[in-house]
């Protein structure tokens, strides 16, 4: 879905306010649910979930995750609800023999870092990942469902929008009240600078969780190869204007950005149409490695070699005080069930 503009407006505008009645119903069944006992797994189990719908930058983030847990001496395993894939899981992703249409954009993404699980019963993907000899379960997303006991929490911020008009679904973005999901993390991570980030930073502090800040870098080798040519941006993602800015920040020229709903799932058409228009201008074509992934999944999809993909990597600012954490968190774990 696209996310309505009004979402993100810093207060109730008419739309909101028209849905809030339908906000207290989402509220009521939200808190129940995120109150309920859920179940231990037999791994330790971190949480990259974010307080609203949409994007936030939780792959991303749980990539760095698996990377500094990895060089701690973990073996991490990806479990994901493969938002968007037809498979229930739970399934190891293996590529090629997975696409993005069986186990979702995400989890394809996941497992070019390591071993990716793909369940919609939390609790049995967990336990394929200890199975499978993963020491530590890395949730990709899941902050609001309660079915995993989780032992450490980390809620991702776009520091652009923090949480918007501070409304629940449908009359803003919040998965559930600001007051329910606080209890439920132990630190947030702010991606990107704003005042929005700033005041969630300032509140998180308040609430004595910790704090931590990052951004979103594109590679080296993609800033060089983008310097200064003029493109055709088209992303379906949470916020497509984040990635088109990215390009801008490139040195990329954007003369034309085509902007689709979170996972959209593309036709042949709709990449037929936007591949005769880059070659039509002249311009070089340039999307997301998450939209490249449902791309590739299309059957039999049209040849688009001068498709350029934009790789991004999470650079977090006080990486050795989030490592600490998480490995605090994760001998705890094992303290208590030694």
């Known amino acids: 879905m696209r996310a309505p503009r009004f979402w993100w407006q810093p207060f109730p505008t008419l739309p909101a306010t028209l849905l809030r009645p339908a906000g207290i119903i989402y509220t009521s069944v939200a808190t129940r649910r995120m109150h309920r006992t859920g179940e231990k797994a037999d791994l330790p189990v971190i949480c990259i979930g974010n307080f609203t719908a949409g994007g936030a930058g939780k792959t991303p983030t749980a990539l760095a ?3 500094i847990l990895d060089a701690g001496g973990e073996s991490p395993a990806f479990l994901s609800r493969g938002y968007g894939g037809r498979l ?5 992703v293996s590529t090629p023999d997975h696409s993005a249409s069986d186990v979702g954009d995400e989890p394809i993404l996941l497992s070019r870092t390591a071993t990716t699980i793909v369940s919609r019963d939390r609790p ?5 990942a200890y199975e499978s000899g993963a020491t530590v379960v890395i949730m990709d997303d899941g902050l609001q469902n309660p079915s995993l006991v989780k032992d450490c929490a980390i809620a991702v911020v776009d520091g652009a929008t923090g949480i918007g008009n501070g409304l629940p679904l449908p009359a803003g973005p919040l998965r559930a009240p600001m007051d329910v999901q606080w209890p439920m993390i132990d630190a947030v991570l702010i991606i990107g600078d704003g005042e929005p980030g700033r005041q969630i930073a300032e509140e998180a502090e308040r609430r004595d ?8 870098a594109p590679s080296p080798e993609a800033i060089q190869s983008l310097e200064g040519r003029r493109v055709l941006a088209f992303a379906g993602i949470g916020r497509p204007g984040k990635f088109f800015d990215t390009l801008r920040d490139c040195g990329a020229i954007v ?3 085509r902007s689709f709903p979170d996972h959209h799932r593309y036709t042949t058409a709709e990449l037929g149409t936007l591949q005769r228009e880059a070659e039509a201008r002249g311009l070089v074509a340039v999307t997301t490695e998450k939209d490249f992934a449902r791309i590739a999944a299309i059957r039999d999809p049209r040849p688009w ?5 934009l790789p ?3 650079r977090i600012e006080n990486e050795a ?3 600490n954490l998480l490995l605090r968190r994760i001998n705890e774990r094992r303290l208590r069930v030694a």
């Not at 229930?88 to 190891?92: F, K, L």
């Not at 049995?124 to 394929?128: K, N, P």
Request: hydrophobic content about 50%; aromatic content about 2%.
């Open 312 to 314: 991004v990597r999470l």
């Open 305 to 309: 070699p001068e498709l350029t993909v």
């Open 124 to 128: 049995a993907g967990a336990q394929l």
């Open 321 to 323: 005080g989030l490592r």
């Open 209 to 216: 969780k910790r704090v931590f800040e990052a951004r979103l």
């Open 255 to 257: 003369e034309a950005a």
């Open 65 to 67: 995750v698996a990377r």
């Open 88 to 92: 229930p899981g739970p399934v190891q």
